[in-house]
């Protein structure tokens, strides 16, 4: 299975193969494509983000794409999200700026890679069918945090995996 990783914006290039070696590992191939520009009519002023699911759907995509940003995103009445994704679909987005340890006033490269991969597999697990677990050790906890998102691990659990398995072939 190919996963495309779509850069809005500036993303740092460290991360974006980090993710797509990892994935590509994972999932079988990926393929990080050119960046596009922000679609600026997805930012909300009032609250200084841009809407998740506006920069979703603002770009076609013909396969399973995980579009990356580093700027900050809420939907809906949320604060902020750290990713989105059509449930069965073939789209998810990750904003990299709450993952980021330095929001946190630390420096981390490996955490951040680390976070960046949790929400890669997350988001990911959504477009595969997966909703939220009850598992707190599985990528598919839902994190209301960074904390969260810490304490879980980057893989899915047994059962998420055998709930996915007919359609996605996991080499982890």
């Known amino acids: 299975m190919k996963i495309n990783l779509q850069p809005i914006g500036y993303v740092n290039r460290g991360i974006l193969n980090f993710l797509k070696d990892k994935l590509a590992e994972i999932f079988g191939e990926a393929e990080i494509l050119r960046p596009v520009e922000i679609n600026r009519r997805c930012f ?3 609250r200084r983000k841009y809407i998740s699911t ?3 759907r603002s770009y076609p995509v013909f396969e399973i794409t995980l579009f990356i940003t580093e700027h900050d995103l809420f939907a809906d009445r949320l604060n902020f999200v750290f990713g989105e994704a ?3 679909g073939t789209r998810a987005i990750i904003s990299l700026y709450r993952l980021k340890p330095e929001f946190y006033g630390i420096r981390d490269g490996e955490l951040f890679k680390e ?3 949790k929400e890669a597999m ?4 959504h477009v595969f069918g997966l909703t ?3 598992n707190p050790n599985c990528v598919m906890f839902f994190s209301n945090s960074i904390l969260d998102t810490d304490r879980k691990g980057w ?8 709930k996915i398995s007919g ?3 996991l080499r982890l």
């Open 86 to 88: 059509e449930l069965g």
């Open 122 to 125: 997350h988001e990911l697990g």
């Open 132 to 134: 939220h677990c009850k």
């Open 54 to 56: 506006c920069l979703l």
């Open 115 to 117: 976070r960046a991969l």
């Open 155 to 162: 893989k899915y659990c047994e059962l998420c995996s055998g």
């Open 44 to 46: 909300d002023p009032s």
């Open 167 to 169: 359609r996605v072939r």
